[in-house]
Nanobody, 120 residues
Framework: QVQLVESGGGLVQPGGSLRLSCAPS????????MGWYRQVPGNQLALVAR???????NYADSVKGRFTIYRDNDKNTVYLQMEGLKAEDTAIYYC??????????????WGQGTQVTVSS
């Protein structure tokens, strides 16, 4: 069964940068939309950014202008370049990949999460 594995998280100072990556393990499926979500303990999982197979992107208002999502379709790999990090960006970041089955049904694949901590 396909798995998505995140990497690149860590501790960074405010204003710093990190790049997260998400790569498949096991069997590789062709992903449609891929994206990044994040969660702070006690809060709901929230969308950070997503990108379609054609390259269209969508960002949460809180990260617009600071984060960039991009992908390598040949590897079904998605990246999140984070610049100008703020303390409020601290969270566990989860990778997501969507595979469409029909026009109304699809399957979401998730990674296990990578911790991003922004602190001085």
């Amino acid at each position: 069964q396909v798995q998505l594995v995140e990497s690149g998280g860590g501790l960074v100072q405010p204003g710093g940068s990190l790049r997260l990556s998400c790569a498949p393990s096991g069997r590789i499926f062709s992903m449609d939309t891929m994206g990044w979500y994040r969660q702070v303990p006690g809060n709901q999982l929230a969308l950070v950014a997503r990108i379609t197979s054609g390259g269209s992107t969508n960002y949460a208002d809180s990260v617009k202008g600071r984060f960039t999502i991009y992908r390598d379709n040949d590897k079904n790999t998605v990246y999140l370049q984070m610049e100008g990090l703020k303390a409020e960006d601290t969270a566990i970041y989860y990778c997501n990949g969507f595979v469409r089955i029909t026009t109304s049904v699809g399957v979401d694949y998730w990674g296990q999460g990578t911790q991003v901590t922004v602190s001085s």
